[in-house]
């Protein structure tokens, strides 16, 4: 069945520090790919989302693209900032009629100042 | 925007009473909603699809009859927990569907 893995956390970086947070999966067709972020306490916001391979999705200086050939939608910044420590999930649509998703377990990054 | 609301953002209740959460999409209107539950440190674990007017459709392993959704209108479902017990607590999180979905900021449910 369709499928997310993303890489284990804690990831612990420094502040201005460059963020790779992988994500691959398995899914039959193509679904969308989403990653979404999780503050403490709190519910789930849609950071950025993809449609299509190759499509590039960004927002708040986060970006992912939709790799077919790696089946990946690895998230990146270039600069992080404390206010980034959160809970990142990475997450695709089934591919059915009923166009749920299904999450990966999530990874957590914690920045230090 | 799409702005998704759950009301109370917290409750603690004694093990056999009901607890009812609800979930509003404020600015929209959402004829499909889901209910997610999630532990502590782990994923989001879909539980149940609240359709508007219609029955809900539950996950395999979710009990229907200690979980029940009703989505009455095109901006509210509601998750009733009955019969409380401890290991219902939980984070309880819902999301509604306008092209993507969007999520609700949760409901910590804690049973004592």
């Known amino acids: 069945g369709d499928s997310v893995t993303q890489m284990e956390g804690p990831v612990t970086l420094s502040e201005e520090a460059f963020l790779t947070i992988n994500c691959t999966y398995t899914?039959?067709?193509?679904?969308?790919l989403f990653w979404y972020v999780q503050y403490p306490g709190e519910g789930l916001q849609l950071l950025l989302k993809?449609?299509?391979?190759?499509d590039k999705g960004s927002n708040k200086g986060f970006e992912a693209t939709y790799r077919k050939e790696t089946t990946s939608f690895h998230l990146e910044k270039g600069s992080v900032q404390v206010s980034d420590s959160a809970v990142y999930f990475c997450?695709?649509?089934?591919?059915?009629?009923?166009?749920?998703?299904?999450f990966g377990s999530g990874t957590r990054l914690l920045v230090r100042p | 925007g799409a702005v998704v609301s759950q009301h109370p953002s917290w409750v603690i209740c004694k093990s056999g009473t009901s607890v009812k959460i609800e979930c509003r999409s404020l600015?929209?209107?959402?004829?499909?909603m889901f209910w997610y539950r999630q532990f502590p440190k782990q994923s989001l674990m879909l539980m149940a699809t609240?359709?508007?007017?219609?029955?809900?459709?539950?996950e395999q392993g979710v009990e229907k009859d200690k979980f029940l959704i009703n989505h009455a209108s095109l901006t509210l479902s509601t998750l009733t927990v009955t019969s409380a017990h401890p290991e219902d607590s939980s984070f309880y999180i819902c999301?509604?569907?306008?092209?993507?979905?969007?999520f609700g900021p949760g409901t910590r449910l804690t049973v004592t």
């Open positions: 999301s509604a569907r306008k092209g993507w979905e969007y």
């Open positions: 899914a039959t067709g193509y679904p969308s």
């Open positions: 993809a449609t299509k391979a190759d």
């Open positions: 997450a695709l649509t089934r591919m059915d009629s009923s166009y749920k998703l299904i």
């Open positions: 600015d929209f209107q959402a004829t499909t």
């Open positions: 609240s359709n508007e007017g219609s029955k809900a459709t539950y």
